[in-house]
């Protein structure tokens, strides 16, 4: 039987934004993901924490493997982040995506942003993302 999740990791292998910022995949699965980067020099603010739109795009990038995890493309329709603590340098960010409804062509994911350890970390940020099918296989569509 063929992997239903060759598509996903078609759009993953493509995504230049979250490969430049160090972005690993750890774990994909039917609406879940995990993803996972190491808070490097270039990515502290001017307090010495991680930037905090590097932490939203950390879990953005779970978001979308996610959402896309089902088959049609799919895009953010929005999300809000709650910080609950910095992510600092040097610490590993784990970004855990998990489905929570999804009606047609609509969803509702969290994500789960911990530090050091995937699972038993101490929180640094809470995601809700929306997303909204648009059709057609998950993958590179050029343009």
């Known amino acids: 039987m063929p992997d239903p999740l060759v598509p996903v990791r078609a759009m ?3 995504d230049a934004a979250s490969a430049a910022l160090g972005i690993r995949l750890e774990e994909l699965g039917e609406g879940r993901a ?5 808070v490097r020099d270039d990515m502290v603010n001017g307090h010495d924490l991680c ?3 590097l932490i939203a ?4 990038s779970a978001f979308a493997l996610a959402c896309n995890s089902r088959g049609p493309v799919t895009v953010a ?6 910080f609950l603590q910095p992510g600092r340098r040097g610490q590993t960010l784990h970004a855990d995506a998990r489905e929570v409804s999804l009606r047609g062509r609509s ?3 969290d994500v789960t942003v911990r530090a050091d350890d995937p699972v038993g970390g101490e929180v640094v940020a809470e995601f809700r993302g929306r997303s909204r099918a648009l059709g057609g296989p998950t993958g590179r569509t050029g343009g």
């Open 34 to 38: 995990r993803v996972s980067m190491v």
């Open 107 to 109: 969803g509702v994911y």
């Open 12 to 14: 993953w292998a493509a």
């Open 51 to 53: 930037h905090g739109g």
């Open 77 to 82: 329709a929005g999300f809000s982040v709650d």
């Open 57 to 60: 795009t950390l879990a953005d």
